[in-house]
Every structure is written in C-alpha cells, then in structure tokens.
C-alpha cells in the first residue's frame, strides 16, 4: 500500500493567516491526491480533488498543488470555519489510502 | 442531490458479525458511480473497507483478509456491509460514499459521504 504522510499533524494559527499542510507519498502518485476537510462529528468533505481542482462552493481560499510525491493544501485567510481537520487521499493505486491528519487549531 | 445514510446496530460482540446498512436518496445507486465504504476507529485516521458497482463488480481492502462483504439492494437503493470475526480493533465509525472518477480511472473521489454510523466491538 502507498503510505501518505501528513505534516505538521497540529497547527495552530489565527484569523486571517496563511497555512500550508504538506503530504507526501511513500511513492509516485502523479496527480492523483485528493484532500478533504473534517470536523468533529461529522463526515468529511471533500475540498481538492486530482492535485488541484476546487470541489464546487469550496472557496478560493483553499488551494493544492504539486505531484509525484510532494503536495500541498494552503488555506489563504482563514476563516473561523476552516478550523477543522484536514486529510490527504491518494487514488492512484488501490487500495486508496488516507494521511493521518493535520488538526488545524486556532492560536 | 444524493444523499447518503448509514444504519445499524451500534454494539456488535466480539468474534460477531458487524452489519450495516446505507442508505442512498436523491438517486438512483444503479448508475455509473461506484459506492464505497470508509471507517474511521476513534480519534484515527481513515481507513478504506471496499467498493462496489451495482454491475456486481467489487474491490476490498485486503487488510480485512476476507472478513468483508459488500452488496447493494436495487430494490430498495441501498449498499450493504457486513464484517464478520469482529474484534475491538473494528471498533469505528463507519462511512458510505459515493465515488466519482473523471474520464482517467485513478482520477476519483468521494463525494459525498454519509454522516457516519459508529459501532462499538465489546462484550
């Protein structure tokens, strides 16, 4: 199985910062990397998916970027409601697998 | 739009069956969409369990070394689960998704998923 790793796996930041989680696969997965946003309770929601493509009524704030191994999500002025945790997904090969999460916190 | 629901007994035994239920509204499962499911043990990471196609055609995460089967009900528009040889380890909550590719076979997602059903594995 590709092992995704997530870094930081905490965060803290304020209103209005600019953050960047990285994920990185234990091989290439070309563009194949998804990401997605949780919130205590609930399910989570997809946010990015192939790299870079903005799920619909995801706002422009959250952006993905790279490929093969290196990838980021940035959150650019956080909102209130992005606290939240964040999760890597990789489809390139089955089964899919998921980062362990980068919990996002408020400073 | 399609709705996901996941149902189910919350308390399963140890060395039981796990059985749940999801169901979908707003649509129809018998399309080209592929149905997952997903589970997430406590204060975890995600973990997927399988996927299905209402053609028949499935895939299971081999971790679950064939503890795991996965059907759908057309009949009444739902995805099945059922985990037998249960252990606290199986001990999560579990999610249905819909997957969605792009015209690339790895290019895929989930969205959306239901909101969760946790089962609890002890005695």
């Known amino acids: 199985d590709i092992q995704m790793t997530q870094s930081p796996s905490s965060l803290s930041a304020s209103v209005g910062d600019r953050v960047t989680i990285t994920c990185r696969a234990s091989q290439s997965i070309s563009s194949y990397l998804n990401w997605y946003q949780q919130k205590p309770g609930k399910a989570p929601k997809l946010l990015i998916y192939t790299e870079s493509s903005l799920q619909n009524g995801v706002p422009s704030r959250f952006g993905g970027s790279g490929s093969g191994t290196d990838f980021t999500l940035t959150i650019s002025g956080l909102q209130p409601e992005d606290f939240a945790t964040y999760y890597c997904?990789?489809?390139?090969?089955?089964?899919?697998?998921f980062g362990q999460g980068t919990k996002l916190e408020i400073k | 739009q399609v709705q996901l629901q996941e149902s189910g007994p919350g308390l399963v035994k140890p060395s039981g069956t796990l059985s749940l239920t999801c169901d979908v509204s707003?649509?129809?499962?018998?399309?080209?969409?592929?149905w997952s499911w997903v589970r997430q043990p406590p204060t975890k990471g995600l973990e997927w369990i399988g996927e299905?196609?209402?053609?028949?055609?499935?895939k299971y995460n081999p971790s679950l070394k064939g503890r795991v089967t996965i059907s759908v009900d057309k009949s009444k528009n739902q995805i099945l689960l059922n985990l037998k040889s249960v252990t606290a380890a199986d001990t999560a909550v579990y999610y249905c998704?819909?997957?969605?590719?792009?015209?690339?076979?790895?290019?895929?997602?989930?969205?959306?998923w239901g909101q969760g059903t946790q089962v609890t594995v002890s005695s």
């Open positions: 997904q990789q489809t390139s090969t089955t089964p899919p697998t």
């Open positions: 299905i196609h209402h053609s028949g055609s499935i």
């Open positions: 998704a819909r997957k969605v590719s792009a015209a690339i076979m790895w290019a895929n997602w989930f969205d959306p």
């Open positions: 707003g649509g129809s499962i018998s399309t080209s969409y592929l």
